[in-house]
């Protein structure tokens, strides 16, 4: 007889591509003593807070991981931040707009994503924590009810698609926190990777204190909403939004081991955006 576990488990999606993310922590959500000039309105030398180690699934989403991967070379995540967390389910990077923001500038090499439009890209569900994955599905008010896309942000950034980007050049991603499952994401959102290591990072950026408004507030501000007031989206995208800027602040690709070189894999860094330092 042969027992249970030693069983052959259910093979995963495979991994084609693994990156790197450093991630640093600001005093506060914007310098407010940054000088005239400033590159960034974020700190200039963040905390450090961990490491996340990605592995990209190729075979799944190619168009999703390519892009993906245009912006880690390109160094276009470098200095944007995760803008929103909601702990038990995700935390959000990769906003569009603009970089001086902590948002991402897309680079030449994001194409239009053919996967948007493929079925089967769609089929990996968001039953755990460290699964990374493309937002697409609209969500009018950005207040993390289990539905995430794109909105204005508060500090003059587009939202997912970018100007002069075709819908399909989405960059906005998220990362699951775990413990349980995300199921409101399941079909609308394309699960492209996952975190190999530094998923405890993922817990500790998701703990970051953030803007949450009393239960009264959010009540009327979701009338406001209903009634049509328009002043009500713009107040309810700060909310979810961390009190302190949880900062990208190096990323690159982590580069296979050589057949007979050391075990430990050698990494290389994407080079920051220009004006900002390393």
Not at 6 to 26: I, K, M, N, S, Y
Not at 27 to 39: K, L, M, Q, V, Y
Request: charged share 20%; glycine share 14%; hydrophobic share 35%.
């Amino acid at each position: 007889a042969v027992w249970a576990a030693e069983l052959p488990q259910p093979a995963g999606p495979v991994v084609t591509d693994r990156v790197f993310f450093e991630v640093g922590l600001c005093p506060t959500a914007f310098n407010n003593a940054r000088t005239i000039g400033a590159t960034t309105a974020l700190c200039e030398d963040p905390t450090p807070l961990g490491r996340l180690e990605l592995g990209l699934f190729g075979g799944v989403a190619p168009d999703t991981v390519a892009n993906f991967l245009a912006l880690v070379d390109s160094g276009a995540l470098v200095y944007t931040t995760f803008y929103k967390t909601f702990p038990g389910e995700y935390i959000l990077g990769g906003k569009q707009g603009s970089h001086r923001y902590g948002m991402v500038r897309v680079p030449p090499g994001v194409r239009k994503n053919r996967d948007v439009v493929r079925a089967e890209a769609f089929r990996l569900r968001h039953d755990r924590g460290g699964l990374l994955t493309l937002l697409l599905a609209p969500n009018e008010d950005d207040s993390g009810n289990g539905s995430v896309g794109a909105g204005e942000d508060a500090e003059g950034g587009g939202g997912t698609g970018g100007e002069g980007l075709p819908r399909g050049a989405e960059t906005e991603f998220a990362i699951t926190t775990g413990p349980g499952p995300v199921p409101a994401l399941d079909g609308t959102n394309i699960v492209f990777g996952r975190v190999e290591e530094g998923i405890q990072t993922v817990q500790e950026i998701a703990e970051v204190p953030r803007y949450d408004p009393a239960a009264n507030i959010r009540g009327f501000n979701l009338l406001a909403s209903a009634l049509g007031d328009s002043r009500s989206k713009k107040a309810q995208s700060s909310w979810g939004k961390p009190l302190k800027a949880v900062v990208i602040t190096g990323c690159g690709r982590i580069l296979p081991e050589p057949a007979e070189g050391p075990e430990t894999l050698s990494s290389e860094a994407a080079p920051p955006p220009s004006g900002l330092a390393s």
